[in-house]
């Protein structure tokens, strides 16, 4: 038995082997198969095309010059909406509060930074996908919210709410048009993943200026008013990038 | 066994006299570069004429974005990851077109599309890699034919290395399997 089972396993070996040669053979004729040439009077035409608008082009500049003006522009427009805003928000937070939020949508803002830089320019290097990383730092914001504040319902919750979510809104939609306009520089490809890529630093300097004149530190409040608001407007930018993608074809 | 049809740095120092609007340079990347831009089309499942039609619209799109090449980076990743959204945005198109079909009942005799000759014509082991999901023979396109590394296929596909990995072998197993069924056997699984 113990002969018979040997020799069955070798010829399963060989059988194994002879397959994979196969498979490698016939994988490498598919790749080495035509070498397509494209017509020459295309290959003229094309050439003749391109030369018409040929100047000279400067290359944009490197990858952490592209994220220094990203997070330049963010840490700018922070620091100026919380002057004109007010901080009144700030000093009735715990320090716990204000770090804890700090800190999520400060890494929030690097990421996204770091993707629109990536995303701009064809064939750059991707550390994490957006979409897996938009929902880390959704997930850090709502735990922050649900976790760092009481929850306490306010007296009245919708008349408090609403002013915070329409701020927010009247933030959110110039930044994203003004991160717009900085990746506009680069290659930028219409699709509800460019909508979204672009709505989300503007959402992390709209939460953080919101967050700082906000005088209802409450889970509640800032799960609905802030937190669904930023959920709304992540969705209105990936529609508006997926309208603008089939409009534009 | 991967091959290597263009080297990188010779595309670079062209890439960089193209932005410096060098015309000889232009001509010279559009020699080298478009076979494998049309190989990469036709790979998608598309005609020669779609294919001819995408390379120049890809060319076009080279164009307008040369200034966002950096001479540092590599040249291949950046011309494929243009290619790619030429392709994707080729193919939103035909979707919403296909959408907005009428249906004709009689399709008059000359406009029937001369695929089931193509078909007929095409290998077994082309039908099998014609028949994987597009984001798997868009690898193995990227990985066999045009012989980038996986670094490279993931600059180009906006992924990272392990999703490419992922990718290049779930092919090779459905392939590996489609071969051992047109043998009569189960196939090999690694």
Redesign the interface.
């Known amino acids: 038995m113990k002969r018979y089972g040997g020799r069955w396993a070798r010829n399963e070996e060989m ?2 082997y002879h ?2 040669s ?3 053979r ?7 198969a035509e ?5 020459a009077d ?2 003229r ?3 003749r ?3 018409a ?8 500049p ?1 990858n952490g010059v592209l994220l220094l003006q990203f997070l330049f522009a963010f840490v700018a427009c922070a620091t100026g909406l919380i002057a004109i805003l007010g901080k009144s928000g700030i000093h009735i937070m715990t320090a716990a509060q204000v770090g804890g939020m700090a800190a999520i949508l400060a890494s929030g803002s690097v990421f996204f930074a770091l993707h629109l830089v ?12 957006f979409w897996l990383g938009l929902a880390l730092v959704a997930l850090g914001v709502g735990a922050a919210m649900a976790l760092l504040f009481p929850w306490r319902m306010p007296g009245a919750f919708v008349a408090e709410g609403w002013p915070c979510a329409v701020l927010e809104l009247a933030i959110a939609i110039p930044a994203a048009a003004m991160f717009w306009l900085m990746a506009r520089r ?2 930028l ?1 219409a699709s509800a993943g460019l909508g979204a890529a672009l709505m989300a630093p503007a959402l992390c300097l709209a939460l953080m200026a919101d967050q700082a004149q906000c005088m209802f530190p409450q889970a509640p409040h800032l799960l609905v008013w802030h937190g669904g608001m930023a959920a709304m407007l992540i969705a209105a930018g990936a529609a508006l990038g997926r309208i603008i ?2 409009r ?2 | ?3 290597s049809p263009i080297d990188d740095s010779d595309l670079r120092s062209l890439m960089t006299r193209y ?3 060098d ?1 000889a340079a ?2 010279e990347l ?2 080298r570069v ?2 494998l831009l ?2 990469y089309f ?1 790979g998608s499942r598309m005609s020669r004429g779609d294919a ?1 039609d995408l ?2 619209d890809c ?3 080279i ?12 040249v291949i ?6 290619a790619r ?1 030429t392709r ?2 080729a193919h ?2 035909q979707r ?1 077109m296909e959408a907005r079909e009428v249906l004709v009942a009689n399709v008059p005799e000359g406009l029937h599309q001369t695929a089931p000759e193509a078909a007929q014509e095409e ?1 077994g ?2 039908r099998m ?1 014609a028949g994987l999901p597009e984001a798997q023979r868009e690898t193995l396109v990227m990985l ?2 045009a012989g980038m590394s996986l670094e490279e296929v ?3 596909t ?3 290395v392990g ?1 490419v990995k992922q990718r290049a072998h779930r092919a ?1 197993e459905t ?2 399997r489609a ?2 069924k047109e ?1 009569g ?1 189960g ?2 699984s690694r």
Do not use: C
């Not at chain 1, 070498?35 to 017509?39: G, I, V």
């Not at chain 1, 608008?53 to 944009?60: A, D, G, Q, R």
């Not at chain 2, 164009?63 to 590599?74: K, Q």
């Open positions: 059988a194994d397959a994979e196969e498979f490698e016939r994988l490498d004729a598919w790749a080495e070498q397509l040439e494209p017509r295309l290959q035409e094309l050439s095309t391109l030369r608008s040929l100047k000279p082009v400067k290359p944009l490197s990536s995303r701009i320019i064809p064939g750059n290097r991707i550390a994490l996908p680069g290659a490809f993608a089939r534009l074809l | 066994m991967s091959r932005q410096g609007a015309a232009l001509d559009v020699r478009s076979p049309l190989r036709i001819d390379l120049q060319w076009i799109k164009h307008r974005s040369r200034h966002t090449y950096r001479p540092s980076e590599p990743p950046w011309i494929y990851a243009i959204h994707l945005d939103r198109k919403r290998s082991f082309d890699i066999k034919v993931a600059r180009a906006s992924s990272t999703a090779y392939l590996r071969l051992g043998r056997d196939g090999l």
